[in-house]
């Protein structure tokens, strides 16, 4: 194999996170675990009906702070108030904190592709947002993407790559955990100029896509 050397100023090493369970005498309670942390059922409730666990310390669970946090709600509801509230019904969404910011929420169109569902897919970048203009973001290549399913026409993931891609991600999110369609999005009114507009704009994409033309009449 050829050797390829390259030059950096800054090296990231990020080694990840695992839980700290070995101290908490989880055999005795009869709480079941594996390496990967806590197991839990859809409801965050442990092999011992009467001990729940949330964030990091639950095996399969993505270690994201927003996660952890909707997670203690979700075991609250469930330990305390006999509720149902399930994980599995909560959309997560994730960004990384570069410049500009990539955020993503549901699936992606290759996971999709992958997967030979049939999609469409909606996309505008950008280049002509105001708002990206007047910070002198448009020639970053920011973009906003939905993907939607064909059929239905419901939103099943999205990317933002922008300046403040983590604060659009919000309404994305919201539209793939109630199974919204993008062209509900598009019908949103959006303060003007914002980098949100973005989301607005792609979605209109997908109103545009049923369009009919008028037919041709002789004058």
Not at 31 to 45: K, P, R, W
Not at 165 to 194: D, S
Not at 195 to 203: D, P, Y
Request: net charge negative.
């Amino acid at each position: 194999e050829e050797s390829v050397e390259l030059t950096f100023d800054l090296i990231l090493v990020a080694t990840g996170r695992a839980p700290n369970i070995e101290d908490l005498g989880l055999e005795k309670a009869v709480v079941n675990a594996n390496d990967g942390g806590i197991i839990v059922d859809d409801l965050l409730c442990s092999s011992n009906p009467r001990v729940y666990a949330v964030g990091d310390c639950v095996s399969g669970c993505a270690r994201l702070t927003h996660l952890a946090g909707e997670m203690a709600k979700v075991a609250v509801q469930n330990a305390l108030f006999a509720d149902a509230w399930r994980l599995s019904s909560i959309a997560v969404p994730q960004c990384v904190y570069t410049d500009p910011e990539c955020a993503q929420v549901g699936c992606t169109e290759a996971e999709m592709i992958s997967r030979r569902l049939e999609i469409d897919v909606f996309e505008t970048g950008l280049a002509h947002n105001d708002r990206a203009i007047l910070e002198g973001e448009d020639d970053e290549g920011g973009l906003v993407k939905i993907v939607c399913e064909k059929a239905t026409g419901r939103v099943l993931g999205g990317t933002v790559v922008a300046s403040r891609a983590g604060e659009c991600i919000n309404e994305l999110t919201l539209a793939v955990q109630h199974a919204l369609p993008a062209t509900a999005l598009a019908r949103v009114v959006h303060p003007y100029p914002t980098i949100g507009e973005g989301v607005m704009g792609a979605a209109l994409s997908a109103v545009r896509a049923h369009w009919q033309r008028f037919p041709q009449r002789d004058c």
